[in-house]
């Protein structure tokens, strides 16, 4: 049995974590209530930048801090590596 579905799950996962978490975060600073921390925002990002982008996009939430300029770098990273992974695949078979 393959791992790569698990691992698209999983993936999938993290992303729609990343993506409540800064959506929770905009509802949060509505209200004028504690946030979650910006470090933690950043994880998410790193490990969900799919669903980190489309919260920020969607909500209009942390696209003009500097730190979370690095999303989209992770995305493009993330797309790299998939792109890695898919080329070292298909020549292994």
């Known amino acids: 049995m393959s791992l790569l579905p698990a691992a698209i799950l999983v993936y ?26 910006e470090r933690n925002l950043l994880v998410a990002a790193a490990f969900g930048p799919l669903g980190a982008m489309a919260a920020m996009r969607l909500f209009r939430h942390k696209t003009q801090k500097a730190k979370f300029r690095l ?15 898919v080329v070292l695949l298909s020549g292994s078979h």
């Open 71 to 85: 999303v989209p770098l992770f995305l493009c990273l993330h797309v790299v590596f998939i792109l890695l992974y």
């Open 12 to 37: 999938l996962l993290v992303n729609v974590v990343a993506f409540l978490l800064f959506s929770r975060d905009k509802r949060l600073a509505e209200k004028g209530r504690w946030r979650i921390s």
